[in-house]
């Protein structure tokens, strides 16, 4: 590779992505909800907050086999889309479908997941190149490509399907506080965790489940698929500030609530009290919100 050794040797670059190179600012506080790698050979992060995944890869050319600068050109653009979507393909494999499994665990149990998640990898857009042209006429080219966690062309729209097979095959239990609602029930619009400090990490469909208890709250009893597939089972964001400011998803008025710990192999699920559990199916049985999917999860 023509990367780091001749480097010194840069004469001019063009065609420059509008994409900022990431890889080279801190991370900081952002770091609980934006997942990055970044080797030699390519870059990659999962913004759970913004709801996207990108991978950055580079390739170039050999020089002698090509005749023409713009045939160089085009066999580096070639080499750095096939690492870009390859790299792109590995880093979705490894994402956390909920909080006890992961994508490369369910596609080989499930024909259908696998189908539709190569479908949406092969649908992944082009969303910046970067050409930089060294002294000797070599080329060294990087593509970024990138797909969308939720909507119908992102990965909800294969996990969504997944959970309500799973469902069906296994119903779990919800957690009940009968039919009577106290009159002092909160008239809440949404439903934000608190779940900073406890380790939590993001996942396409974690569930909030209640201390002590076997029941489920929330995850797969109560969602709407077109909501679950339109928004994501739950949102992600690093302050309740930020949260409340999420409108379009949790409304006006949303419940808070701090979670007690983390749950599952990979400790995306979060666990509530039994109080603030009884609290949160009050209010949903006021409006609705669990179901359309008006939940955000706030990590870090």
Not at 91 to 107: K, Q, T, Y
Not at 227 to 232: K, Q
Request: charged share 25%; aromatic share 6%.
């Amino acid at each position: 590779m023509l990367r780091h050794t001749i480097a010194l040797s840069l004469i001019v670059t063009a065609t420059v992505s509008a994409q900022t190179r990431w890889w080279e600012e801190e991370q900081g506080a952002r770091a609980a909800i934006e997942e990055r790698t970044v080797t030699a050979e390519y870059k990659s992060r999962i913004d759970w907050e913004a709801g996207f995944l990108e991978v950055t890869a580079g390739g170039t050319c050999n020089v002698e086999k090509a005749k023409t600068k713009a045939q160089c050109y085009g066999m580096a653009v070639k080499t750095a889309r096939h690492l870009a979507l390859e790299k792109l393909n590995e880093i979705v494999h490894g994402v956390r479908i909920d909080a006890n499994n992961l994508f490369v665990n369910e596609v080989e149990q499930d024909v259908q997941l696998r189908t539709t998640t190569q479908g949406i990898i092969k649908g992944a857009r082009e969303i910046g190149l970067q050409q930089t042209e060294f002294a000797d006429g070599s080329i060294w080219v990087e593509v970024t490509m990138g797909l969308v966690l939720t909507g119908e062309k992102g990965l909800s729209s294969a996990v969504v399907p997944w959970i309500q097979r799973r469902t069906q095959a296994a119903p779990p239990t919800p957690f009940s506080i009968g039919s009577q609602v106290s009159p002092e029930a909160p008239r809440a619009t949404g439903l934000i965790v608190d779940a900073t400090g406890l380790g939590v990490r993001p996942a396409l469909a974690p569930r909030v489940l209640v201390e002590g208890r076997t029941e489920e709250l929330y995850g797969r009893v109560n969602i709407d698929r077109a909501s679950a597939v339109r928004y994501g089972v739950v949102g992600y964001t690093d302050t309740v500030e930020k949260a409340r400011a999420l409108k379009e998803r949790v409304g006006e008025n949303p419940l808070v609530v701090r979670a007690v710990a983390s749950g599952g192999v990979h400790g995306a699920d979060v666990i509530l009290s039994a109080d603030d559990a009884a609290r949160v199916v009050a209010a949903d049985m006021k409006a609705g919100f669990l179901k359309e999917c008006r939940v955000v999860f706030v990590v870090g």
